[in-house]
């Protein structure tokens, strides 16, 4: 049995959590969630602001692994001018990459390598359950 | 000379350490995690399944009466390896967790009432925190937190402090698994007995590390778990006094575990088989027994000489580590260190090192409290074996310094 080389932290990871997009706190938001890592204490904070059907803006808070913010700063970014119900298609994508293997297309796909690390498979959801759980909360 | 200073005849013994991971010698650092099994242990637990494959204490025939032999010799050895009285004092659990469990439902659930208090330190498990929780939320006790220090020391003062008259039970770790602090147990022992306050002693950091002699202790309670103690898994012990054994109502219920069974009452074995129902982990204990012996003829105070020069060596390589921030500066201590990095989070350096070859835990190493109090979520922890190496300290060293070079 020979360990599988990673690739988890690839440059496209690395420069995500280098400059993350949309960190920080959001005026105006309507919509906040939190959720936590239980393996290792992590916090993750993820606000919109929604018009209509449409995330108008997305921003998350936190300190976080390097695994978590890349994936915050990916899903913030996919989310913009979508509809709410593109995060559980993304986590749903980001679920079957994690059994079948990269699927080609997006910053996301950086996370195909995952399927090898499956400790560290929670740290890529954070965000999306914290962005699931700011639909269910209004500010 | 001790066997111990053949240091590659011994890693010889361990055949995991000569794994090769991601193209580097395995670093193996995670040993307050679980420990690897030497030979002796491996061919232990595979001759029980090849030879003498058997039920313990209830067959009668050659294969059921050499398991039980095995078995039974087992907690002979755990008996002289941790200086108990008598073979009775030891309930084989399956770690300590069941150990402490057992102790929570049996010895204290029965007789805990409102404003009951169970003082533990800051510094424990969750295995020493929450099982009294439980216990405590059904009568109406009270799980009370004693303090540590700045250091990650025991603030011994300030726990027997809290000693009082609703005391109901004392529970301290010999050694942290997060901090690597060794407590001043016997001091905690003596002023909790002057009270008349039973104690419970988590030895699951320290058994593996140096000699335990409970009866010097003089604990009510050492608990200990076998896969630390280089020992398959799902091995544990419960090292209790007899008066309490005796006392204590059956944990679980189930075969092996009484005297008469009748719809009108059914009567219970002697400790301490009254606390092991069921067909027990055989192999895993035939395991334990031959890793005991095997620390034995290398000697546990050779054992201790070893990780005290390894724990040097580490502990002088990490303050040289800019950036780095030791967690916990206790004075005694074992070779388990907790740190973090300035600008690196513990999951990347722990997943990012294991692509070194070297293998470390991160996260909050289940003790919550610990980690609130030093105001951090998580911690990367190397923990050091009698098996590891000052090559293997510097690889470490190596690894991450080229880790902290890919999180700038």
Known sequence: MSAHPSTLYSETVLAHNRAPKNCGSLVDAT?????????????????????????AAAMFDGDSCAITTASASMLTEALRGASPARIAELREEMLMMFRAGPLARDDFAAFADLCHHPARQRCALLPFDAAIAALQTKE | MSRIDDIDAI???????????????????????????????????????????????????????????????????????VGARSREEIVLTRGTTESINLVAYSFLRPTLKPGDEILVSRMEHHANIVPWQLVAAETGAIVVPAPITDRGELDVDGMIALMNSRTRLVGLTHVSNALGTINPIKTIIDAAAARAIPTLIDGSQAAPHFKIDVAALNCDFYVLTGHKLFAPTGTGALIAKRAHLDAMPPFMGGG???????????????????FEPGTPNIAGFIGLGAAIDWLDAVGMDAIAARETHLRDVMLSALHEIPGLRLIGAARERAAVFSFVVDGAHAHDIATLLDQEGVAVRSGHHCTHPTMQFFGLPATVRA?????????EIAAFVAALAKVRRMLA
């Not at chain 1, 906040?32 to 995330?55: K, P, Q, Y």
């Open chain 2, 383 to 391: 923990s050091l074996s009698f098996y590891n190496t000052e090559a």
């Open chain 1, 31 to 55: 919509h906040h969630g939190v959720a936590e890592n239980a393996m290792c204490g992590d916090h993750l904070e993820l606000s919109f602001r929604v018009h209509g059907n449409v995330i």
């Open chain 2, 256 to 274: 092996e575990m009484i005297r008469r069974v009748s719809f009108e009452g059914t009567s219970f074995n002697d400790p301490p088989h009254k």
């Open chain 2, 11 to 81: 890693r010889a013994e361990f055949p995991q350490l000569a794994r090769i991971i991601h193209g580097k010698p395995l670093v193996y650092f995670d040993n307050a995690n679980t420990a690897q099994k030497p030979h002796a242990v491996i061919a232990a637990v595979s001759g029980y399944f090849s030879e003498h494959n058997g039920n313990v204490a209830r067959a009668v025939h050659t294969l059921g009466e050499e398991a039980t032999s095995l078995y039974e010799g087992a907690r002979d050895k755990l008996m002289r390896f």
